[in-house]
């Protein structure tokens, strides 16, 4: 599965986004991607609104490829990450804890899946937020520190402990002109 960071760019909210991550058409964020065999400089870009689930969020494309994002009840969720498609969508962040059943579907196909999200506050104002997804073949965990006002500053993806990416916030939000 493609690194999910771009899982990522996440809403707290609506038709502007919110205090967990600003999102309106044409805010981007740049991010250093690291994985086993190097890493790249990438931009995320707010493209349009897309529905998620139901309830309206927005579509985030990128080098990685396209994530759909909403915020409702306090709580980021995702339908697509990177490519990787989630029915329902899994709560990525937020300060409540939710558990999750559905399906994940990747390139290589589809599986049933559980999961968890859980958040507590990080040092300083960074909120770290907890995904672990479990199913046949599937050990995935995304931990994801976001910042109030900017959005997500790191993302960490692991399968069975192992590091697959992690992506840190270079530069951003930057708002269309």
């Known amino acids: ?22 999102l309106e058409r044409g805010i981007s964020w740049t991010y250093r991607v690291s994985r086993e065999f190097g890493s790249r400089v990438e931009t995320v870009t707010v ?22 994002i909403a915020i409702a009840e306090r709580t980021l969720w995702a339908s697509e990450l990177s490519g990787t498609r989630f029915d329902p969508p899994v709560p990525l962040g937020g300060q409540i804890e939710h558990k999750w059943a559905g ?32 199913g046949p073949g599937l050990d995935l965990q995304v931990t ?3 910042r109030p006002g900017i959005g997500i500053v790191r993302q960490d993806e692991r399968s069975g402990g192992r590091r697959l990416s992690r992506s840190e916030l270079v530069a951003g939000p930057t708002w269309p002109r």
């Open 1 to 22: 599965m493609r690194a999910v960071w771009a899982l990522a760019l996440i809403a707290l909210g609506c038709a502007r986004g919110g205090e967990l991550m600003p």
């Open 47 to 68: 493209v349009s609104t897309e529905p998620v689930g139901r309830h309206l969020g927005w579509r985030l494309d990128g080098p990685s490829g396209t994530s759909k």
């Open 103 to 134: 399906v994940v579907q990747t390139p290589r196909g589809s599986v049933r899946a559980e999961g968890k999200l859980a958040s507590k506050a990080d040092k300083g104002q960074d909120l770290e937020s907890v995904l672990s997804l479990t």
């Open 144 to 146: 994801t520190w976001t």
